[in-house]
């Protein structure tokens, strides 16, 4: 399984979008600081999303149009603020 995943910074409010095979294993890497000067600045992050895919090339496409395309990435944080 593949996972992308939309983490939120406490501190600024900012996203992080990116894909794993383990998302807990990272969400934990993520917060204990093993991970890059980016994320570091930004501890500490909450999952606020994440999809499911059993193809890595389909997460990989997704995480992509997400991180690339302002309508893909509009739609999801839409329905992410209806919840």
Known sequence: MRYVYVLQSQKDNSYYIWYTSNIWQRLQQHNDLKNSWYTKAK???NLI????FT?????????KRLKTW?????ELF??????
Do not use: G
């Open 43 to 45: 501890q500490p992050r």
């Open 49 to 52: 999303y994440y999809e499911a």
């Open 55 to 63: 193809d890595k090339s389909k997460a990989l496409l997704r995480e």
């Open 70 to 74: 302002s309508k893909a990435r509009q």
């Open 78 to 83: 839409k329905r992410i603020m209806s919840f």
